[in-house]
């Protein structure tokens, strides 16, 4: 069974920057394609960035596009969402999530989720 857990959440000022970790375990962690989603309370939970397998092919949000990174590290069954320039309405709970049949954009195409970890950022 995969497990997700994200940490790196906080309270930041606008144009600060913010990375989130999201440590897997229960599977083999490079068969699996990862997503950041992000939800306020009474949305949506809206796609923000997703890397595949091996890192080759990742894929944004146009809202983050330009501000945020992913990226992963295989032998330490974690990703990374590198947020920079962060602005008031960044501010959600941020959740991983794991699909080990495709990269996806969109929450139905992934089956496995954490927990989540708040970031809130003020003006």
């Known amino acids: 069974q995969v497990q997700l857990v994200e940490s790196g959440g906080g309270l930041v000022q606008a144009g600060d920057s913010l990375r989130l970790s999201c440590v897997f375990s229960g599977r083999t962690f490079s068969e699996y394609a990862v997503g950041w989603f992000r939800q306020l309370p009474g949305k949506e939970r809206e796609f923000v960035a997703a890397i595949s397998w091996v890192s080759s092919t990742t894929s944004f949000a146009d809202s983050v596009k330009d501000r945020f990174t992913i990226s992963r590290d295989n032998s330490k069954n974690t990703v990374y969402l590198q947020m920079n320039t962060l602005k008031l309405e960044d501010t959600a709970m941020y959740y991983c999530?794991?699909?080990?049949?495709?990269?996806?954009?969109?929450?139905?195409?992934?089956?496995?989720w954490g927990q989540g970890t708040e970031v809130t950022v003020s003006s």
């Open positions: 999530a794991a699909s080990n049949r495709h990269l996806g954009t969109h929450r139905a195409e992934y089956e496995n």
